[in-house]
């Protein structure tokens, strides 16, 4: 896969659940399968992986140094929340309790690709988080990253 494209929008239902947007059903490889892997983003959102892309970044994280505490920090940082979810047989992800939490998920939700993952934002945080940002910023942002000079992360 070369990465999700897109942007929808979604309703959590009294349990939790959202139904995959067809859009990104379609873009998911038949080698990913149902199951996928819900996380902690960086920013107050939450980031499900297919389990095809999860799993070179696992593996990838547990070969890092035990013995260096700030791998360890990182680790538990990371992988704390980290849950297995499956498709229902209704196309549906039901998001655990914690993860909707610390995202501060509302019932609307926008579900926003980010190369090989979904991002999952609260509707009204996902608007104020665009509001807040000019295209100035954008510009500035834009010709750091892209021109090399600012930081490669590397998830």
């Known amino acids: 896969m070369t990465g999700f494209l897109g942007e929808y929008e979604a309703t959590l239902d009294a349990k939790g659940r959202f139904l995959l947007p067809a859009g990104f059903k379609r873009q998911i490889a038949e080698s990913a399968g149902n199951q996928f892997v819900l996380n902690r983003g960086f920013e107050k959102c939450l980031t499900l992986y297919p389990m095809n892309e999860w799993q070179p ?13 700030k791998v360890r920090e990182f680790r538990r940082y990371f992988l704390n929340g980290a849950t297995i979810l499956e ?24 579900l926003t690709a980010a190369n090989n993952k979904i991002e999952i934002w609260d509707k009204t945080k996902y608007q104020e988080f665009f509001d807040n940002f000019s295209p100035e910023a954008f510009s500035s942002l834009a010709q750091q990253v892209m021109t090399g000079e600012g930081p490669n992360l590397g998830l």
């Open 57 to 69: 970044i696992q593996e990838r994280i547990g070969k890092l140094n035990d013995f260096d505490p």
């Open 87 to 110: 498709l229902d047989s209704a196309g549906r992800l039901n998001i655990p309790k914690n993860l909707m939490v610390h995202a501060g998920l509302d019932k609307d939700i926008v």
